[in-house]
């Protein structure tokens, strides 16, 4: 009756007259609100009322400056997503969805904090019914884990999966993942999987479902969309494009990041332009023509390999040989370093490097700025530390490089092999140049740009 609520806040609704789920108008020295008193976490503070409010958002309320709570109403939480039998049509494509515990469609089970995953296709049809006019839909939940706790067994497990499902004839395929490490994935898929002939697509959400600006419905739709109808047959990740509900991007699986950690936008393609624009309304526009093509074969590369002694080393000022060193003496293989500007480091770390390199350790550098190349002829300090043996490693991003290194030194420990391995494109994750307009932010606050986003907006 009163979940997660004691103390002072508890003993204020029982003064009320009003419960968990009762449905309130609740006046305070800031205003009026109305909405649903949610339960609490046993751990949380005993002075605020959580409140539903009628447009979907939460918000809480210091107990000691409610005026008064009238009930207006009760309204139970339900927690089961419903769940319809999904329609199959032989005319649609075959999509499968492999799940690695990132929740597209979900549901926040205000009891235990818990979210309550939509993810057999029963359930998914109950929370998205777009997705039957679609796709004849699969789900596989290959695991359940956080994003950040995605590592070489996911990874290999969900390439491997991948293979089975397109031996089996799927048309394409759906990959559910949590926002955080999606790049990541997206990245190490990208060469674990080579020569696939449909699409492979990986979706999230930033914003859970019960809230009314989630993208997760609309994110869904489009990667399923590209995963049943695109004839790009690569590793893409789907996400939100812009401010609008209007499209999703496409965005090679080597070259995007995510770049705000709560925008529903947040999925960028870095020095270079997305595959394409996809949307319920209109379908699909493509940005560009290079991408590879969709094939009626079932021939596909899984090369599920990966050596965890890889470490990626963010240099900053004045930074200590022994963050080198302590790699070197704990066995790692690999090295990636982020470095400043065209891609530099501190003379002190000189030693430590040369060590590194008689010890046979692969070191490739890259670019913290993340849009441009790595120019290590330019000044001294570059062209030193490719003599300590350090490859420049063109315009890979940080973590692509720290994944295509694992996956390398997953082959061979042969330094020419894994050069050779390196430096040879394999899905777009080096190119020969950026286009003009791939680098372009729009820094608020500065006139042109505040006009420009006001023309917009008209």
């Given at each position: 009756?009163?979940?997660?609520?004691?103390g002072?806040?508890?003993?204020?609704?029982?003064?009320?007259?009003?419960?968990?789920?009762?449905?309130?108008e609740?006046?305070?020295?800031?205003?009026?609100?109305?909405?649903?008193?949610?339960?609490?976490?046993?751990?949380?503070d005993?002075?605020?009322?959580?409140?539903?409010?009628?447009?979907?958002?939460?918000?809480?309320?210091?107990?000691?400056?409610?005026?008064?709570?009238?009930?207006?109403?009760?309204?139970?939480?339900?927690?089961?997503?419903?769940?319809?039998?999904?329609?199959?049509?032989?005319?649609?494509?075959?999509?499968?969805?492999?799940?690695?515990?990132?929740?597209?469609?979900?549901?926040?089970?205000?009891?235990?904090?818990?979210?309550?995953?939509?993810?057999?296709?029963?359930?998914?049809?109950?929370?998205?019914?777009?997705?039957?006019?679609?796709?004849?839909?699969?789900?596989?939940?290959?695991?359940?884990?956080?994003?950040?706790?995605?590592?070489?067994?996911?990874?290999?497990?969900t390439?491997?999966?991948?293979?089975?499902?397109?031996?089996?004839?799927?048309?394409?395929?759906?990959?559910?993942?949590?926002t955080?490490?999606?790049?990541?994935?997206?990245?190490?898929?990208?060469?674990?999987?080579?020569?696939?002939?449909?699409?492979?697509?990986?979706?999230?959400?930033?914003?859970?479902?019960?809230?009314?600006?989630?993208?997760?419905?609309?994110?869904?739709?489009?990667?399923?969309?590209?995963?049943?109808?695109?004839?790009?047959?690569?590793v893409?990740?789907?996400?939100?494009?812009?401010?609008?509900?209007?499209y999703?991007?496409?965005?090679?699986g080597?070259?995007?990041?995510?770049?705000?950690?709560?925008?529903?936008?947040?999925?960028?393609?870095?020095?270079?332009?997305?595959?394409?624009?996809?949307?319920?309304?209109?379908?699909?526009?493509?940005?560009?023509?290079?991408?590879?093509?969709?094939?009626?074969?079932?021939?596909i590369?899984?090369?599920?390999?990966?050596?965890?002694?890889?470490?990626?080393?963010?240099?900053?000022?004045?930074?200590?040989?022994?963050?080198?060193?302590?790699?070197?003496?704990?066995?790692?293989?690999?090295?990636?370093?982020?470095?400043?500007?065209?891609?530099?480091?501190?003379?002190?770390?000189?030693?430590?490097?040369?060590?590194?390199?008689?010890?046979?350790?692969?070191m490739y550098?890259?670019?913290?700025?993340?849009?441009?190349?790595?120019?290590?002829?330019?000044?001294?300090?570059?062209?030193?530390?490719?003599?300590?043996?350090?490859?420049?490693?063109?315009?890979?991003?940080?973590?692509?490089?720290?994944?295509k290194?694992?996956?390398?030194?997953?082959?061979t420990?042969?330094?020419?092999?894994?050069?050779?391995?390196?430096?040879?494109?394999?899905?777009?994750?080096?190119?020969?140049?950026?286009?003009?307009?791939?680098?372009?932010?729009?820094?608020?606050?500065?006139?042109?740009?505040e006009?420009?986003?006001?023309?917009r907006?008209?």
């Amino acid at each position: 009756m009163y979940k997660g609520y004691r103390g002072r806040t508890k003993g204020r609704l029982i003064e009320c007259g009003v419960k968990v789920w009762s449905d309130v108008e609740v006046r305070t020295g800031h205003g009026s609100f109305v909405g649903i008193i949610l339960p609490r976490s046993e751990t949380a503070d005993d002075y605020h009322l959580v409140l539903k409010l009628r447009n979907g958002y939460n918000i809480g309320i210091d107990i000691d400056t409610i005026q008064s709570i009238n009930e207006v109403g009760y309204r139970e939480g339900k927690y089961k997503i419903p769940e319809r039998e999904f329609p199959r049509d032989a005319r649609k494509g075959n999509v499968t969805l492999l799940g690695t515990g990132g929740t597209i469609a979900s549901r926040l089970d205000y009891r235990t904090g818990a979210v309550i995953p939509a993810f057999t296709p029963g359930e998914l049809y109950g929370a998205v019914p777009e997705l039957a006019d679609i796709a004849n839909l699969t789900t596989i939940k290959l695991y359940g884990v956080f994003s950040e706790n995605m590592g070489p067994e996911q990874w290999k497990g969900t390439a491997e999966a991948i293979g089975r499902e397109v031996a089996k004839g799927a048309d394409g395929i759906v990959i559910g993942h949590g926002t955080d490490t999606m790049h990541h994935t997206a990245a190490i898929l990208s060469f674990m999987v080579q020569n696939t002939p449909v699409p492979i697509v990986m979706v999230g959400s930033q914003r859970s479902s019960d809230r009314p600006s989630s993208d997760a419905a609309m994110n869904l739709i489009c990667s399923t969309t590209t995963a049943a109808k695109s004839d790009i047959a690569e590793v893409m990740v789907c996400m939100f494009g812009g401010t609008s509900e209007e499209y999703c991007l496409l965005h090679r699986g080597t070259r995007v990041r995510k770049m705000h950690s709560s925008y529903r936008s947040t999925f960028r393609t870095i020095g270079d332009v997305p595959l394409c624009m996809v949307s319920p309304k209109w379908g699909f526009r493509p940005l560009r023509d290079d991408y590879k093509r969709r094939r009626k074969d079932r021939d596909i590369l899984i090369d599920a390999k990966f050596d965890d002694r890889v470490a990626i080393v963010y240099y900053y000022p004045n930074m200590k040989p022994d963050m080198i060193d302590s790699l070197v003496d704990r066995g790692y293989r690999g090295i990636v370093i982020a470095g400043t500007g065209l891609g530099h480091v501190n003379k002190p770390l000189y030693p430590s490097i040369i060590r590194a390199k008689e010890e046979g350790i692969a070191m490739y550098m890259t670019v913290q700025t993340l849009w441009g190349y790595v120019q290590m002829f330019v000044y001294d300090t570059g062209r030193d530390l490719m003599d300590a043996g350090i490859v420049p490693a063109a315009n890979m991003l940080p973590e692509v490089a720290y994944m295509k290194l694992g996956w390398a030194l997953g082959h061979t420990e042969n330094l020419d092999e894994i050069r050779k391995l390196m430096l040879t494109p394999v899905a777009g994750e080096t190119t020969e140049r950026e286009p003009h307009n791939g680098y372009l932010i729009l820094q608020g606050g500065i006139p042109e740009v505040e006009e420009f986003i006001a023309h917009r907006m008209h």
